[in-house]
C-alpha cells in the first residue's frame, strides 16, 4: 500500500509554480487523451485504454483492487506542492486517485483529495465514490461522482470540489505522519434504481 | 428551523476582533459556568442546569428535539465572524451546535461547525454526534465526540478539531444562500458495547 509521488512534485516545488493544464489545448485528435499524471508536465497521449498501462509503466503508478480498499499516504509532512497517486481497480474500471498538498494561502499548506475514471464523464456518473477518514473517534466521509481523467485534476482542486483537510485536521487522522484513507466505489443511484425497477 | 445569530457578532465584526475566551478565568465556583453563548462577552454565570433556560431566553436561541434533526443556517453570504447557534435536545441532553464563519486567513472565511454537549465533559463521552451535509450528488459527514460546554468553543475552532468548509465547497452545499445542516446524536459505541456485553 504504499504510494507513488510522482517524480517532478519536487521540481515543480523547487519552481515555485505548478505546470499549467495543457489537456484540452493539446488533444487534437479527440481519441487522444494526454498523460493524466498531475503536476508532471509529460509529453505523451495516447487511447483511453492504454492510459493504465502508461501510468504504471512510465510513473510507477501502483494498482490496488477490490470493492474497498485503504491507501496510506505517507510523508504528510512533505512541504507542498506534492502529489499522492494511486490507481484503484474496481467494478471493471480504473479510478485515479489524486491526493494533493497545496498552498492556496500562503503558509498554509491544505490537502485535496479526489477520485478520477480513467474514462469519459458519461461512464463517470455510473459512480459514487467515497473518501473516509478515520481515527481518534473522529471520521469525516466524502462522497461524489467521480470525474473524468479527461477533465484537469487541476481545476477540480482550485474549484475545491473535493475532500479538503486543513493542516490540523490532516494530523488529528495521522498516524504517524502517515494518512489512511479508505476508498470505496460503488455504482450510483440512478442505476440501483433501473436495477430495482 | 430559523437559526439565531448572536446579537454580538456584528458589533465584533465591527471592532475586526474576537473576543477573548474568558471561561476559566472567570469562573471561582468550579460549580458555576460562564454563558457559553459565543462571540458574546455575556456577564452571566450560574450552575450548568440553568444554561439553557438562560440561552433561550437571554439571547433568543432556539432548541430542536429529536435523534436526527435538519439546521437551516440561512443567510451564508454575511461577513464573517458571524456565529449561527441551536440548541438540539436529545436523549435526554441538550447540545449547543455552533457554526462559525471566520476569517483564519485574511480575506478567506471559512466554516467551521462543531457541537458541545451542555453538561461535562464525562457526560460529553458517553455520546457521538455527526453532521452531514448533503446536496447536488455529494455528501460529506463528520463523526466525532462532542466537546463540553466548560470548554472554550473558540479553542475547539482555532484548533481545527471540527467540520470545516472553505467557501466553495459552502457554496457547493447550499441552496439559495442557506445551508442545511443534518444533526444526529447517538450514544458512543462504548457504551453500544456495554450494552452487548
Chains 1, 2 share one sequence.
Not at 494511486?86 to 486517485?97: D, N, P, R, T
Request: negative net charge.
Amino acid at each position: 500500500y504504499a504510494p507513488t509521488r510522482c517524480a517532478a512534485a519536487q521540481t515543480s516545488a523547487e519552481q515555485g509554480v505548478l505546470p499549467p493544464c495543457h489537456h484540452h489545448e493539446a488533444v487534437h485528435d479527440p481519441q487522444l487523451v494526454p498523460c493524466t499524471c498531475p503536476l508532471f508536465s509529460c509529453p505523451w497521449e495516447g487511447h483511453l485504454e492504454v492510459v493504465v498501462p502508461h501510468l504504471r509503466q512510465t510513473h510507477r503508478i501502483n494498482i490496488l483492487q477490490g470493492a474497498e480498499i485503504v491507501f496510506l499516504a505517507t510523508d504528510m509532512h512533505l512541504p507542498a506542492p506534492t502529489d499522492w497517486i494511486i490507481m484503484h481497480s474496481c467494478l471493471g474500471h480504473q479510478f485515479l486517485l489524486v491526493l494533493r498538498k497545496q498552498e492556496k494561502y500562503e503558509g498554509h499548506p491544505q490537502f485535496f483529495a479526489t477520485m478520477m475514471l480513467i474514462g469519459t464523464q458519461t461512464q463517470a456518473d455510473n459512480f459514487t465514490y467515497r473518501l473516509e477518514l478515520n481515527r481518534n473517534q473522529r471520521r469525516l466521509k466524502w462522497e461524489a461522482t467521480p470525474r473524468s481523467v479527461l477533465e484537469c485534476v487541476d481545476s477540480v482542486i482550485s474549484d475545491g470540489d473535493c475532500l479538503v483537510l486543513n493542516t490540523s485536521l490532516a494530523q488529528l487522522f495521522s498516524d504517524n505522519g502517515s494518512l489512511a484513507i479508505g476508498i470505496a466505489i460503488t455504482t450510483s443511484k440512478v442505476h440501483n434504481a433501473e436495477n430495482d425497477a
